[in-house]
């Protein structure tokens, strides 16, 4: 087991650069902690510099602790670098509106990114994750490209483990006589992969004990004819309605990714209906797809006309957007609130005559602090690749002497929280 192990993983090891800097996410659940032996195994062999981050979810209390002190001890005891940072999952669904699952992803993946500091990134993926992504996929509806799978590499990232199915994993670390930790949450079928991982990747292995391979096997077919059909969609957006079916639905599916939507099938295809026929299709809440001039184009209809111009008084409590937002705000003394949740902070004593809060209008400006310049929110929101319909609906908040909150952005410098600051503001926004 060992030996079959290495070898899987030292084929994607190989293709990298030597000496390279990998990071490796380290949970202290098997796959990882699998992962993390195999590239110190493999590390020398191609001279790379392995090191470990943990990231701690503040999800499951004591037991997140515990995970945490665990890793630490095993990179103790490896010498490997360690590294562990603490995210607030719940706050940054709520304030994004993502699921739970959606804003551990995100959070995570932007923790790894600053650990690795452009270096590379690897991840714990194994076969039976791969298959879980495709079930997964299928469920909601989906594309060609979600049922590629999990990708072995994309970008600076790296799964080594992508060909290892999880029974494997644990037979290696228990031939290596290491332990590991269990996340109860993984025990439960509280969440949609846990009930396809508990209850239907069973059946399907008894059907065929070859199931995890052979869709391993399928994702590297479609991943090929995936990568057809993007770069043959891959045309000025006056042809797209001239394309064969499969490429225009791909440029179809694209368009949607630019505006920000994790398309599934339906979607794609009210997209693609606008496209080939014309007329106009709901794609999600206010957002319609449109054909103007020959082009595919997407405008929100409905609260549009309200967000346009809107200004109003900002007053402690719940404030409500045009859209549908809503927007919170509560005064607190500086020793009742965590100082950590800057980009909603504001200082009272610098707010200079009463709060508005309205759309964004064209030529607004915002000096960010640590910032000694002001900027142009527009050309921040696009260097965010915030989308259109957002930024049209983004809460901007000002007082007298103009925007001190811009949302997306944060709070300016003239109204930021110091270690002086007594009286505080905190601003909420509920989608």
Do not use: W
């Not at 405008?299 to 111009?309: A, D, H, R, T, Y």
């Amino acid at each position: 087991m060992d030996k079959r192990i290495i070898s899987k993983a030292a084929v994607l090891l190989g293709d990298i650069p030597p000496r390279s800097s990998i990071a490796v996410g380290l949970s202290g659940g098997a796959d990882s902690v699998c992962l993390l032996l195999v590239l110190c195994e493999l590390a020398p062999r191609y001279e790379h510099k392995i090191s470990a981050v943990h990231i701690n979810h503040c999800l499951r209390g004591e037991e997140s602790d515990r995970d945490e002190q665990f890793c630490r001890c095993l990179c103790e005891r490896l010498d490997i670098p360690f590294t562990a940072a603490a995210v607030d999952v719940n706050g940054y669904a709520q304030k994004t509106g993502k699921s739970t699952e959606a804003a551990a992803r995100e959070l995570r993946y932007a923790e790894l990114e600053k650990a690795a500091g452009g270096g590379f990134i690897a991840t714990a993926h194994n076969l039976n994750d791969n298959a879980e992504t495709v079930i997964f996929n299928m469920t909601r509806g989906t594309g060609l490209k979600g049922l590629c799978g999990i990708p072995e590499r994309r970008g600076n990232i790296i799964r080594p483990l992508l060909g290892v199915s999880r029974d494997d994993i644990e037979e290696y670390l228990s031939e290596k006589g290491q332990s590991y930790v269990t996340d109860s949450t993984n025990l439960t079928d509280d969440y949609s992969r846990n009930k396809i991982r508990h209850s239907v990747i069973p059946v399907l292995c008894g059907i065929n004990s070859a199931f995890l391979d052979n869709i391993k096997n399928m994702t590297e077919i479609l991943s090929e004819q995936d990568k057809f059909c993007h770069d043959a969609s891959m045309v000025s957006d006056s042809d797209a309605d001239k394309l064969p079916d499969a490429p225009r639905r791909r440029y179809v599916q694209r368009r949607l990714e630019e505006q920000g939507f994790d398309p599934d099938s339906s979607m794609i295809c009210r997209g693609d209906r606008v496209l080939v026929e014309g007329g106009r299709e709901q794609i999600k809440g206010n957002i319609f797809a449109v054909k103007r001039n020959g082009i595919l184009d997407f405008e929100e209809i409905g609260s549009c006309k309200e967000l346009e111009n809107f200004s109003a008084e900002l007053k402690e409590g719940v404030n409500i957007f045009p859209d549908g937002k809503k927007i919170l705000f509560e005064v607190y003394k500086s020793k009742d609130i965590n100082k950590s949740v800057t980009n909603y902070l504001l200082d009272c004593g610098r707010i200079k005559g009463s709060l508005v809060m309205r759309t964004r209008r064209e030529g607004d400006r915002i000096m960010l602090k640590g910032e000694s310049f002001h900027r142009k929110l527009r050309k921040l929101y696009n260097s965010m690749k915030i989308p259109p319909h957002r930024r049209d609906s983004a809460v901007i908040i000002e007082d007298e002497n103009g925007i001190v909150f811009a949302q997306y952005c944060g709070v300016s410098a003239a109204a930021a929280c110091d270690d002086d600051s007594t009286d505080i503001m905190l601003i909420s926004i509920i989608e």
